[in-house]
């Protein structure tokens, strides 16, 4: 059974980092993709980062976090990382990461999310 657990969120001041881990276990298919969403109450939740590994560790990062938020990943831990640098107020918000698993259907994966993870930037 796959499972994610997530970690480092907390509480900073605007202009702070922090940085999001991602432990992997139950792993018994290919990774396709690793990602970040957050969420915001009374919001959808949205894709913050997200990493191919398909496509050579290609990745994509939402527009207002460009510059100042960097995924990474670890194969020999199988962790994901999210690092977020010069936080601002609105980055607050419910942190998760997703596992994209290859199936036996070319094309097809299987997502994963984590239980989730509060970042809080106050002043």
């Known amino acids: 059974q796959v499972q994610l657990e997530e970690s480092g969120g907390g509480l900073v001041q605007p202009g702070e980092s922090l940085r999001l881990s991602c432990v992997a276990s139950g792993i018994s298919a290919d990774i396709d993709a690793v990602g970040w969403y957050r969420q915001i109450p009374g919001k959808q939740r949205e894709s913050v980062a997200s990493?191919?590994?398909?496509?050579?560790?290609?990745?994509r990062y939402a527009d207002d976090v460009k510059g100042r938020f960097t995924i990474s990943r670890d194969n020999a831990e199988n962790t994901v990382y999210l690092q977020m640098d010069s936080l601002k107020l609105e980055d607050t918000a419910v942190y998760y990461c997703?596992?994209?698993?290859?199936?036996?259907?070319?094309?097809?994966?299987?997502?994963?999310w984590g239980q989730g993870t509060q970042v809080t930037v106050s002043s």
């Open positions: 997703t596992v994209d698993l290859k199936t036996d259907v070319d094309i097809v994966t299987t997502r994963y």
């Open positions: 990493l191919s590994v398909t496509n050579d560790d290609r990745t």
